[in-house]
């Protein structure tokens, strides 16, 4: 049974950071390219980040390209989302999504597996 579950949220003040770690069981980490998503209240579930199934390419969505760092660890079969400057538009469930094929254009539908989701509230 495949298995992603997210960890590292919490409620930082304005221009802080936090570390979004995702946990996967259940399937072979580098076979699947990783995407951290993320869902504000009253709003669709967002891209954010991805990265290839060995860490060569990344691709962000503009609002976060220089703040947030996408990673991988295979070995320890983990996903990262470094997440620095925060803003208060940041404020969402994040979520982690795994799916087979790596592109820089993900919508939320073609994922093949997802995460409980970690909530991140960013105050002003």
């Known amino acids: 049974q495949v298995q992603l579950v997210e960890s590292g949220g919490g409620l930082v003040q304005a221009g802080g950071s936090l570390r979004l770690s995702c946990a996967a069981s259940?399937?072979?980490?580098?076979?699947?390219?990783m995407g951290w998503f993320r869902q504000a209240p009253g709003k669709e579930r967002e891209f954010v980040a991805t990265?290839?199934?060995?860490?060569?390419?990344?691709y962000y969505v503009y609002s976060v390209k220089g703040r947030f760092t996408i990673s991988r660890d295979n070995a320890k079969n983990t996903v990262y989302l470094q997440m620095n400057s925060l803003k208060p538009e940041d404020t969402a469930v994040y979520y982690c999504a795994a799916k087979v094929k790596y592109s820089t254009r993900w919508r939320a539908n073609e994922s093949d597996y997802w995460g409980q989701g970690t909530q991140v509230t960013v105050s002003s």
């Open positions: 990265i290839s199934w060995g860490g060569g390419s990344t």
């Open positions: 259940g399937l072979t980490l580098s076979s699947y390219a």
